[in-house]
């Protein structure tokens, strides 16, 4: 019995949708099987909870008296460069964004203590940030130097714009080598003395829906503890990699570029990040509802994670190297158990994503779908499929 | 990091945490520490097993020269010598859950929570060596001197 999103909708306002966790329809499906969990059903929520290094926010500042032209000039948030290179009052943010006098890798691991991750943590915190910023001076825009606190409570506008989160699957690091490596996978103890893995698995959004049959361009979520929208495919987008017979990616995959306004999401949901030896970052958390349509759908939302698989890569040759090679395929259900095997050795894991806070936001998300405050939406356009052509090219140098 | 030192009469004590490798667990690295360098030590906490890397908290305590010298001796040979710190707590408020310290801590003190996946962090297990401070992304970990 198919059922369409009007319906869902529907069903939402008059308080008689079902709604489930990503963690719940496991559970459920195993039970009732699922043509009768299909039938029950209708949204099934989804969370990932992570650091996503290509996240970033806009600002508009208002506009100074006399005025100033930010754009061309120079602009530092608590000391973090922004990017000054649009109108008048107009600011980005990156979350990798790291002070001028930041000793970086010179005092190697460096500590990467504050950066663009930080800011937006420290906005959205509702905290007062620094903003410094030099200009040209034009007849209509005199001034040239501005110096002044500013909270996202007088902003124009706070607008989170994330060129590439939630990634679909992702590897799982190890170290071959004889000494410890600092990475943005973490921590990597040397000749696999432990091993980094970043995912939500059966709870994060693009494995439950492994074909972006209901995720769209357009559609609605939980972004940052806010509401916010699937803008586009995220950058590196490539849905051709490996797939099980359950459709899930063995590989990175799937991406999305999410946007959202910043001003009502929450610092337990944005939070500043510090990769030892790597560099700054922001944990991003996400969740997004999947529609029972069908069948089909259902029964991917019920995949587990003893059934998604990721590759295993050495990060101190192959992967920096750009070389294929990898050492081995592992379940989430293995990695999550503490321990995988490799090459036959035992070793232990460790995760970047948090899966008690994506269970929190599928929770949540959950929660206000139930309480009416959150209906879902068509997606505008689908998403690229693995029959798009769409893949992800590596650069190929020219010298010159 | 300051390290914690006591001076008694001509004594001083030193608590460090000794980081074996592999291959070294079997040497007699302590019984040189007293025979060459005349130097007091008291076990805080070890963890050692064959065929993986050992962990031992140690207060060593002699004269000034000696106990130099024998922390010299100690990183010659391969070890690697880390100052004791006070204390290590947790944030709990900071804290995501994510798991990036579970692989860094030497003494397992930090451990999953079977079904909620939730990251405990053992207080009593903490040798204070420092290791997860900068190895936590949120900065969760503090440390008190």
């Not at chain 1, 208002?62 to 009052?89: E, Q, T, W």
């Not at chain 1, 494995?207 to 995220?234: E, M």
């Not at chain 1, 750009?322 to 592992?330: D, S, T």
């Not at chain 2, 944030?91 to 003190?109: L, M």
Request: aromatic content about 8%; proline content about 7%; glycine content about 10%.
């Amino acid at each position: 019995m198919a059922k369409t999103i009007k319906e869902i909708n529907e069903k939402i306002k008059e308080g008689r949708a079902v709604i489930v966790t990503a963690a719940e329809i496991i559970e459920i499906a195993r039970q009732d099987g699922v043509k009768k969990a299909a039938e029950k059903v209708d949204v099934v929520t989804t969370g990932t909870f992570g650091p996503m290094c290509s996240s970033g926010a806009f600002f508009n500042i208002g506009h100074s008296k006399p005025r100033i032209k930010l754009g061309g000039g120079r602009a530092y948030l608590n000391d973090v460069p922004a990017y000054a290179a649009f109108a008048a009052a107009d600011l980005f943010i990156g979350a990798n964004a790291l002070p001028d006098d930041d000793p970086r890798n010179r005092n190697y691991p460096g500590d990467f203590n504050y950066g663009g991750g930080h800011v937006i943590e420290d906005l959205v915190a509702g905290r007062d940030v620094r903003l410094a910023a030099t200009a040209y001076g034009t007849d209509c825009y005199p001034r040239k130097k501005l110096e002044t606190w500013i909270n996202i409570k007088d902003l124009n506008n706070a607008t989170l714009f994330n060129l590439r989160n939630a990634y679909q699957n992702y590897n799982v690091a190890v170290n071959l080598s004889d000494r410890t490596i600092y990475t943005y996978m973490g921590v990597l103890q040397p000749r696999l003395g432990s091993a980094g893995y970043s995912s939500a698995g059966q709870l994060s959004p693009l494995f439950k829906d492994p074909y972006y049959k209901t995720i769209g361009i357009g559609t609605r979520i939980f972004l940052g503890g806010g509401i916010g929208y699937v803008a586009f495919p995220g950058t590196q987008f490539d849905p051709t990699g490996p797939r099980s017979e359950n459709g899930t990616p063995r590989s990175g995959a799937a991406t999305l570029c999410v946007i959202g306004d910043l001003t009502k999401m929450s610092p337990r949901y944005l939070v500043g990040t510090s990769m030892l030896g790597y560099g700054a970052s922001l944990t991003v958390g996400i969740g997004i509802p999947i529609p029972i349509l069908n069948e089909e759908i259902l029964k991917y939302t019920a995949i587990t994670d003893a059934q998604i698989f990721a590759p295993v890569i050495d990060y101190s040759g192959a992967y920096p190297n750009r070389e294929p090679e990898i050492l081995g395929e592992v379940s989430y259900a293995e990695l999550r158990s503490g321990k995988i095997k490799v090459r036959g050795k035992s070793v232990p894991t460790a995760a970047l994503s948090s899966y008690p806070r994506a269970l929190e936001i599928a929770f949540t998300l959950k929660e206000w779908i139930k309480n009416g405050q959150f209906l879902l939406t068509e997606p505008v356009a689908p998403l690229p499929g693995p029959q798009s052509g769409v893949s992800f090219k590596p650069l190929t140098e020219r010298p010159f | 990091m300051p390290d914690k030192e006591k001076v008694t009469k001509k004594n001083i004590a030193k608590r460090v945490v000794l980081h074996f490798p592999k291959r070294m667990v079997d040497e007699p690295i302590l019984y040189r520490l007293i025979k060459d360098y005349d130097l007091q030590f008291n076990i805080l906490k070890a963890s050692i097993t064959p065929e993986a890397e050992g962990l031992m908290v140690v207060e060593l305590k002699g004269s000034r020269n000696n106990l130099d010298q024998g922390l010299k001796y100690l990183i010659d040979t391969g070890l690697k010598v880390q100052p004791l710190s006070h204390d290590v707590t947790r944030n709990e408020e900071r804290c995501t859950s994510c798991g990036a310290c579970i692989t860094v801590c030497p003494a397992g003190a930090f451990s999953l929570e079977p079904g909620s996946l939730i990251v405990r962090f053992s207080d009593s297990k903490c040798v204070a060596c420092g290791l997860c401070i900068k190895a936590c992304p949120p900065r969760a970990m503090e440390l008190h001197f």
